[in-house]
C-alpha cells in the first residue's frame, strides 16, 4: 500500500542529497506531477529552487494565471517566461506528431537551459512519472519530458516521482497541502495543445482548440463526472455545415473522455447524452469556424489516450 507521508519523508531528503548544495530549477507546468515535484523541491531545497513556467503558447485556458497565483502564494521563487513565438517559429510547417513532441521538448529544454544559465543553476528537478518513461521505453510515443531531451544537456536531471503512477502522485499532492485545483487537476501532456491539434499547429487552431477543451473540462466538472481525463481535439480537414441559414465550411473538434487507473489502458468513458449535448452545442455556438463535433468510443488499446 502506497503511503504518502512516507514518500514525503523519504523523497524530501532524497532531493536534498541529489542537488548537493548546489541550485536548482523545476519545469513547472502546473499539472500535478510538476506541481507535486515543485512542492517537494521547495521543501527540500528553499531558496535554492527556482520554479520556471515556460508558457509555450499551448497552455490551456487560465493555466499560467491560475500557476501563478498558486505558487506566488506558497512562498515559490517563480518565473514565468512568455516564449511562445519561439515555439511557433520552430513548428512551423510540422505535421507529423513524433517531430512535433521532439520539437516542443528540445524547444522546451533549450529554453530551460537559458534560464538555468542566467540563474547559475546545474539541476533541473521535472515531475517524470513511471508511464512517461514506460511508454518513451517501449517505442509507443516519445513523451515530452523524456525523449525530448537533447543529448548534449549540460543540466543534471533529478527526477523525485519516477517510480510513481498518477493516483500515487495526487495523494501526494494532498499531502502536501496543494489545493484541489492541482491535486485533482486532469493530466494534460508536456507539449500541450500542440497535440491536441492534428498536424500543424497554427495560432488560429491552437485558439479553437483552447476553447473547446475549456469547454469540455467546465461541462464534465459541472455534470459532476470524474473521468481519468476528458479533451477536446482538432481535426484535420473541413467539412460542410449550416450555421444561421447559411453555409459553413469549418473545423471538427473530437471529444475524448477516458477512465483509467494509471494510463496505461484505457476505457472511452458513457458520458450523458445531455452532456454530450451541451459540449456539442456550446462549442458549435461558441466557437466560429467549428462546424462539427464527434465523440471517440475508442478505447486505450487500441487508441491511446491523446490523438498524437
Ligand atoms: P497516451 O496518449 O500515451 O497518454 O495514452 C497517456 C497519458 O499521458 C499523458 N501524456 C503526456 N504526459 N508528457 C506528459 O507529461 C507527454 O508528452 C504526454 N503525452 C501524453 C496523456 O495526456 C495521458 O494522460
Known amino acids: 500500500m502506497f503511503d504518502p507521508r512516507r514518500f514525503v519523508q523519504e523523497a524530501v531528503p532524497e532531493i536534498k542529497v541529489q542537488a548537493g548544495g548546489g541550485k536548482a530549477i523545476i519545469a513547472l507546468s502546473g499539472g500535478v506531477d510538476s506541481s507535486v515535484a515543485a512542492a517537494l523541491s521547495l521543501k527540500a531545497l528553499g531558496e535554492q529552487l527556482v520554479a520556471v513556467f515556460i508558457d509555450h503558447g499551448f497552455m490551456r485556458k487560465g493555466e499560467r494565471e491560475e500557476i501563478e497565483r498558486t505558487f506566488e502564494g506558497m512562498g515559490m521563487n517563480l518565473r514565468v517566461i512568455d516564449a511562445s513565438q519561439r515555439f511557433f517559429d520552430a513548428l512551423r510547417g510540422t505535421r507529423d506528431p513524433e517531430a512535433k513532441r521532439k520539437i516542443v521538448g528540445e524547444t522546451f529544454i533549450r529554453v530551460f537551459e537559458e534560464v538555468a544559465l542566467e540563474e547559475g543553476a546545474s539541476f533541473l528537478v521535472q515531475g517524470t512519472i513511471a508511464p512517461d518513461w514506460i511508454e518513451s521505453d517501449g517505442g509507443i510515443k516519445s513523451h515530452h519530458n523524456v525523449a525530448g531531451l537533447p543529448s548534449g544537456m549540460v543540466l543534471r536531471l533529478v527526477e523525485p516521482l519516477r517510480d510513481l503512477y498518477k493516483d500515487e502522485v495526487r495523494k501526494v499532492a494532498r499531502e502536501l497541502g496543494l489545493p484541489p485545483s492541482i491535486s485533482e487537476?486532469?493530466?494534460f501532456p508536456g507539449p500541450g495543445?500542440?497535440?491536441?491539434?492534428?498536424?500543424?499547429?497554427?495560432?488560429?487552431?491552437?485558439?479553437?482548440?483552447?476553447?473547446?477543451?475549456?469547454?469540455?473540462?467546465?461541462?464534465?466538472?459541472?455534470?459532476?463526472?470524474k473521468p481519468w481525463q476528458a479533451?477536446?481535439?482538432?481535426?484535420?480537414?473541413?467539412?460542410?455545415?449550416?450555421?444561421?441559414?447559411?453555409?459553413?465550411y469549418g473545423y471538427t473538434i473530437a471529444v475524448r473522455a477516458v477512465e483509467s487507473v494509471d494510463a496505461m489502458t484505457a476505457t472511452a468513458m458513457p458520458i450523458p447524452w445531455d452532456v454530450l449535448k451541451t459540449i456539442q452545442k456550446r462549442i458549435t455556438r461558441e466557437i466560429p469556424g467549428v462546424t462539427r463535433v464527434l465523440y471517440d468510443i475508442t478505447d486505450k488499446p487500441p487508441a491511446?489516450?491523446?490523438?498524437?
Open 231 to 248: 479533451l477536446a481535439v482538432l481535426l484535420e480537414g473541413k467539412s460542410v455545415g449550416v450555421k444561421g441559414d447559411i453555409r459553413d
Open 304 to 308: 491511446t489516450i491523446e490523438f498524437e
Open 185 to 187: 487537476r486532469m493530466p
Open 193 to 225: 495543445l500542440a497535440i491536441r491539434v492534428i498536424g500543424e499547429p497554427t495560432h488560429e487552431k491552437v485558439a479553437i482548440v483552447r476553447e473547446a477543451n475549456a469547454i469540455v473540462e467546465e461541462e464534465i466538472r459541472k455534470a459532476g463526472l
